[in-house]
Every structure is written in C-alpha cells, then in structure tokens.
C-alpha cells in the first residue's frame, strides 16, 4: 500500500490517503459529519460534473483558464458526470450548510484526476488546485443550488417517465374493465352504478393531469444562479463568464437553463426546490389514494369486497396459509408516505435561509432527489407486477349492484321520490329486492324493469360515455 500523501488548506497540513482522489478538504468533512452513511444522488454528481465541465468550458474561452489545464479539468468532469467517479463522492448528506464539503469534494476529486491524466501525482495542486481552477469563477453559494435544481430536473424527468408505465397500466386495465358493471360507492356507501373501467380510467386521468402541471415546476429549476459567485454579484468572474457557462451548461446538460433575471433572489430563495417537493406530495397523495382503493377492491375474499384479485407475489402470512396480501399496493403507501414526509423536511430546509444565502440547500436537495428516486424506482415495478395482473371479480361486483337499494333511484322519474323512498323502506324490512316489489305493485312491468335496470342498462347507466 502506498504512503499516505501529505495535503496542506488554510487550516493546516493532512495526510490523505493516495488512493483517494478525493483530499484535504474532503478528509475533514469526513471526519466532521459521520452522521448517516448516505451519499449524494448519482443526479446530483452527474449535475455537478457537468457544472464543472461547463464552467471549465467558460473560463478557458475566456482565457483566464490554461488550455491544457482546463482540458484536463473538462476530462477529468465528463468522468465525474459519467459515473466512473461515484465511489469518490464520500461526503455524507448531512453536512456543513450550504454544500461548501460537497462543492469541494467534487473540486477536488475532479482536480487530482486531471493531475493523473497530465501525468502528474495527486495533490499537485500547484499544477491544477481545487479552488483556484477547477472552482475558478464559482463559489459553493451559486454552483451547489445550479447543481440541485438541474439534477432535481434530471429525476423529475425519471419520475414523469415511471408516471407514464402506471398510466400505461391503468389505462389498460379500464378497456379491459370497461363492461364490467359494480356498485359506485359514497362515503364507503352504496351508490349509483360505475364500470370497473371508469375506476380504473379515473386513477389514470389523475396522474396524467398531475404530470401536467409539472412544467412550470421545470421552467422554474432551469432558472439557475450559476455565474453569481458568493452573494449574486459575480465578484471573481471573468467578463461574460455568467452568460457562457450557462449556455455551456445548457448544452451539456440537454435542459434549457437560462441565467437567473434577479441574481441576488436566485441566491437567497430556494422555492424552485420547495416547489419540485410540493409536486411530488401531490403526486405521492394520488398514489395512496390509489393503492389504498386498490387493498380495498381486493379486500376479502369471504369477508369484504373482492371485486379483484390482485397478482400473488408473495405468501402473505407466515401463520395463515394460503393468504395473499396486496403486498405491491402496500409498498407503494410506503414509498408515498416518504416523499410526503421528505416534503415537510424539505419545507423547513427552504424557510430556513437567512439573507443572502440557504445554507440547509443539501438537506433540501437530497430529499427532493431521494424522494424522486424512489418513485421513479418503483412506480414501474408497481405497474408490472400488480396492475398488469389485476383480474376482475365480475361476478361478485354485479351481485354487490343488483342488490343494492341505490338503483332505486333510477325510478325516481317515472315514480317519484316518496314513493320510491317508500318502496325501500319495505325492501329494508323484508328483504325482498325492489325490482320485484314494484312488479307485484304493477307500479312497473317486468319488462319495464329490465330495462331500466337490467345488465345492459347498468352498464350503460354506470359509463354513459361510452
């Protein structure tokens, strides 16, 4: 094993692994905050690699970068923004404020790998220093908010895409569902006739209409404080570096970022992300809504409702035999019940700046972009191995219908209303359904009653759409 290598920052001389390409100022971190074991989103390191490359980009085409180092540095960033660096990235979430560890994490993993690629030792940074190349131009304050917000675009991009398999899904299930008549139910009461179909057609319209107040949400993120160095006033920048390390960043990172229209605002306010962690709270709620309508249509089989079957994924009791649990749909509560935790986090990390600058931005950014992740993970896995699966219990959802006093009240028109609230008391008391009290009251014929209440006019009664 090689001898550690000796680093030296404002505060002194360490001795740093030489394996690590990670150093001084990173050991430190380490060393200060061993809180949770968790490191950054790969969104997060891509973002941050392409913000290096760019401003790397930036300074040499403004001639205040040495070509050959900044060439290295571009190098040594596409690396980090590829993910061959990931396992360098060793700083833990929780952190000092602001993300002034991260920021030189990635400074300085990026600067000793550009020293190995001129083919000179790590920590040479005489050569290719952390702060005075690979940070040229920046400071943590407008590179670590620039970062989150396009990897916060990055996974919310993954999340529409893991929204749009369930919608697939859902979809699916509400042609195949579409003839399939059942009870509506009100306050977990009895109601007028839906389609399974319609059910399963309104989870998906749902989710799409979420999906599409998104943008706002994304044109906000692309506005980013790149470029506005400390406090918003790009003190240390070259001329002009503002400008083009956002158009480079753009390029690189395939979104359309634009420099912020108030520098100091993009500074001090982090709303973008609060509005981002807004947005996956509302996605989440839908998600428990559905699931949980999902364990209930499932509930059963002898006990409760039963109108479907889920797939049966798992043995669902180490006790009961035989037992299936809507194990998929229990999972997805799980994963929702998260991000709507994740957001109350991410409020209180984005009230918390203080003048001109948010110094909880890493706190907000990693729960934004776990919350994200995990959705997007999942969403798909819930798609395929329970929706696709899902079975109707037609049989048993027509007998809940045919049974229940609510279709009365399709014969409040030709009726009226006393007299069918009359006819239902008597239904209530003796049990005998209402189609047949009215027939033997000759208040309607048998044929008159098929056809307000037989299997075709529910099912047109239940979707009259179609």
């Known amino acids: 094993m090689a001898p550690p290598r000796r680093e030296q920052d404002s505060l002194g001389a360490r001795e740093v692994p030489e394996s690590a390409y990670w150093g001084i100022q990173t050991l430190r971190a380490r060393e200060n905050?061993?809180?949770?074991?968790?490191?950054?989103?790969?969104?997060?390191?891509?973002?941050?690699g392409l913000l290096k490359l760019a401003c790397a980009r930036a300074n040499v085409g403004l001639r205040v970068l040495d070509p050959a180092v900044g060439e290295a540095i571009e190098r040594a960033?596409?690396?980090?923004?590829?993910?061959?660096?990931?396992?360098?990235?060793?700083?833990?979430?929780?952190?000092?404020g602001a993300g002034t560890s991260f920021n030189m994490n990635a400074n300085e993993v990026i600067a000793n790998r550009a020293l190995e690629l001129l083919g000179k030792p790590r920590g040479d940074y005489a050569t290719v220093s952390p702060n005075d190349h690979v940070n040229r131009g920046q400071s943590t304050n407008d590179t670590y908010p620039s970062a989150a917000q396009v990897a916060t675009l990055f996974a919310l991009a993954s999340?529409?895409?893991?929204?749009?398999?369930?919608?697939?899904?859902?979809?699916?299930?509400?042609?195949?569902f579409a003839s399939v008549p059942k009870s509506g139910r009100t306050?977990?009461?009895?109601?007028m006739p839906v389609t399974l179909g319609a059910e399963f057609g309104a989870y998906a319209t749902a989710l799409e209409r979420v999906v599409e107040?998104?943008?706002?949400?994304?044109?906000?993120l692309a506005e980013i404080p790149l470029g506005g160095s400390a406090v918003g006033s790009g003190v240390n920048t070259a001329p002009g570096f503002r400008a083009r390390a956002v158009r480079e960043y753009a390029e690189l990172a395939g979104r359309p970022l634009t420099v912020a229209r108030d520098p100091f605002e993009a500074m001090q306010s982090r709303w973008p992300l609060a509005a981002a962690s807004g947005w996956l709270r509302t996605l989440a709620l839908e998600?428990?809504?559905?699931?949980?309508?999902?364990?209930?249509?499932?509930?059963?089989?002898?006990?409760a409702l039963d109108e479907i079957r889920v797939p049966e994924i798992q043995p669902g009791s180490s006790i009961m035999p035989a037992k299936v649990n809507p194990s998929a749909a229990e999972c997805l509560d799980m994963v929702a019940f998260h991000v709507v935790g994740a957001d109350a986090a991410t409020a209180l990390a984005?009230?918390?700046?203080?003048?001109?600058?948010?110094?909880m931005m890493p706190l907000a950014a990693y729960e934004v972009l776990f919350a994200a992740e995990i959705v997007?993970?999942?969403?798909?896995?819930?798609?395929?191995?329970?929706?696709?699966?899902?079975?109707?219990?037609?049989?048993?959802?027509?007998?809940?219908?045919?049974?229940?006093?609510?279709?009365?009240?399709?014969?409040t028109p030709r009726l009226g209303y006393l007299a069918v609230a009359e006819i239902l008391h008597e239904s209530e008391r003796t049990g005998r359904p209402v189609t047949e009290l009215v027939v033997e009251r000759k208040l309607l014929t048998a044929s008159e009653v098929e056809t307000l209440l037989g299997r075709a006019a529910l099912v047109k009664l239940a979707d009259p759409v179609r």
Request: net charge positive; glycine share 6%; charged share 20%.
């Open 159 to 176: 999340v529409r895409g893991a929204v749009g398999v369930l919608v697939a899904s859902l979809r699916a299930k509400a042609i195949e």
């Open 187 to 191: 306050h977990l009461k009895d109601a």
């Open 213 to 220: 107040s998104l943008a706002p949400i994304e044109a906000a």
């Open 376 to 411: 997007a993970n999942y969403l798909p896995v819930f798609a395929k191995s329970c929706v696709d699966g899902i079975t109707a219990n037609a049989a048993r959802a027509e007998r809940y219908l045919v049974a229940s006093s609510a279709l009365a009240t399709v014969l």
């Open 287 to 303: 998600l428990v809504r559905i699931a949980n309508d999902v364990r209930l249509l499932a509930s059963g089989p002898a006990t």
């Open 33 to 48: 905050f061993p809180v949770s074991g968790l490191r950054a989103s790969r969104h997060l390191i891509r973002a941050y």
């Open 77 to 96: 960033a596409r690396e980090v923004a590829d993910g061959r660096l990931d396992a360098e990235f060793v700083v833990d979430v929780f952190q000092a």
């Open 350 to 359: 984005v009230q918390a700046g203080q003048l001109e600058i948010n110094v």
